[in-house]
């Protein structure tokens, strides 16, 4: 029976031609769609955790009321310990300390005096150690535009727009003028390495990377960190696993009163991020959900035209003595193997296309030149489980549906009907 429905099918072009073609761009808008928001979403989450929130952070709680200021003077003293101890108690987690400080670089012309000034966002990583894994997690070496990583203490990386702007170039000196963690000047020379660009406008406008013992020395933090960051092993943030892992570290330390105490932050809790993620998911929730209700009504309609229009040739067939319910379940064999069809060919048409925008992206670096928000400057699209099924349900059951309602009107034939249609 599929058989002779298919050849059928194959036949008569007017029956299968006009609906597959609208079901295949129909799943294919859906797919693609999915795979776009869910890529936009998913690119801004791993940009947050890699450069500044991990999937948890750790910082004293006065730190973390005050943590937009960049406070060094409330950074966590006794650092090594602490990761000694979560590295302990957290096998399954990579422990990374870093400190993230404000200040201004100078750029000295050959005679000593200022040529150039900047204010600098500094980022201090572990870059020397031989199993770090910051070089990886911040694509550091992908990042690099000229000169070379840093290979040994006083070296930095400037992102490229801020060295430009100092004017100055791989293998010269800037000075960073700052605070120490108990408030007085601070003053250190360091030699440029290289310059990187991100990709990232927030830190492409004045980015410093340096080696964390390079800032605790500069900053006067011996065994101090302004935060330790967390990170699961297969990169991806989770945020069940997340909170399992904060409420667990916050419930051993609760009874402690000092602001100085550690506490545990998910990535949601940190930059305003849950409110920001709650408000995109459920807009990308309505917005397919939507899209895919508009999707299901066109390509019911599609199926309920189609069968209304067979009614004349549903008057043959019951003219001649086929019954009304075989009439019925061949129509909805029909409408199965056309949904079927289109929305394999929709659904292999949209991974395509969302193939290509996962590979290749789509920069809107032009349009974020002032973000203040760690969102990267080409969105990607990304292609997951979801996306090889989710086209299906505008695809087939509406298709089904339209045909299911159109095909009721068969039930309601009556002969001395028939022969005024044949007439016709």
């Known amino acids: 029976m599929i058989r002779f429905l298919f050849k059928g099918l194959l036949r008569d072009r007017h029956r299968s031609l006009f609906p ?6 129909g799943v294919l808008f859906t797919v693609l769609l999915q795979c ?3 890529g936009i979403l998913g690119d801004m989450i791993n940009t947050n955790a890699r450069f500044s929130t991990g999937h948890v952070k750790i910082t004293t709680r006065a730190y973390a ?3 937009d200021q960049l406070p060094t003077d409330l950074a966590m003293i006794g650092a090594e310990e602490m990761l000694a101890n979560l590295k302990q108690d957290y096998p399954d987690m990579d422990w990374v300390p870093r400190i993230q400080f404000g200040g201004l670089l100078d750029a000295p012309d050959e005679n000593g005096e200022t040529r150039t000034q900047g204010t600098a966002f500094g980022m201090a990583v572990d870059l020397l150690s031989e199993e770090t894994q910051e070089i990886n997690r911040l694509n550091l070496a992908e990042a690099l535009i000229q000169g070379s990583m840093p290979n040994e203490s006083g ?7 801020l060295a430009q702007k100092l004017e100055v170039a791989p293998g010269q000196t800037v000075t960073l003028l700052s605070s120490t963690m108990y408030g007085s000047m601070a003053m250190y020379n360091f030699r440029v390495a290289g310059t990187v660009k991100f990709g990232v406008s927030a830190l492409d406008r004045g980015a410093m990377i340096l080696d964390i013992s390079d800032a605790q020395l500069a900053l006067d933090m011996m065994d101090a960190a302004s935060e330790i960051l967390g990170f699961n092993q297969i990169g991806l943030y989770n945020n069940e696993e997340a909170t399992v892992l904060a409420t667990s570290y916050n419930e051993a330390v609760v009874d402690d009163k000092d602001e100085f105490a550690p506490a545990m932050l998910r990535l949601r809790d940190q930059n305003d991020l849950a409110s920001m993620l709650d408000y995109i998911q459920s807009f990308v929730t309505m917005f397919i959900s939507i899209f895919i209700l508009a999707m299901g009504i066109v390509l019911w309609n599609s ?3 189609g069968g209304i229009r067979r009614y004349g040739e549903i008057g043959i067939r019951l003219a001649i003595g086929e ?5 019925y379940r061949s129509m909805i064999g029909e409408s199965v193997l056309i949904g079927l069809f289109g929305s394999c060919i929709g659904t292999a048409l949209g991974l395509g296309v969302a193939w290509l925008l996962q590979t290749y992206g789509f ?4 349009y974020m030149k002032n973000a203040t928000i760690m969102m990267p400057n080409t969105f990607r699209a990304q292609i997951t489980s979801t996306a090889y099924y989710i086209g299906f349900i505008p695809g087939l059951f509406a298709t089904i549906l339209g045909t299911s309602l159109s095909g009721v ?3 309601r034939r009556q002969t001395a009907q028939l022969f005024k249609e044949l007439e016709a």
């Open 65 to 67: 009321e005050n943590a």
């Open 36 to 38: 776009w928001i869910t």
């Open 20 to 25: 597959v073609i609208t079901i295949s761009i």
């Open 323 to 327: 019954y009304k319910g075989h009439i």
């Open 303 to 305: 199926g309920l035209i």
């Open 155 to 161: 070296e930095i990386l400037l992102s490229d727009d």
């Open 409 to 411: 009107g068969i039930y």
């Open 363 to 366: 920069s809107v670096g032009d």
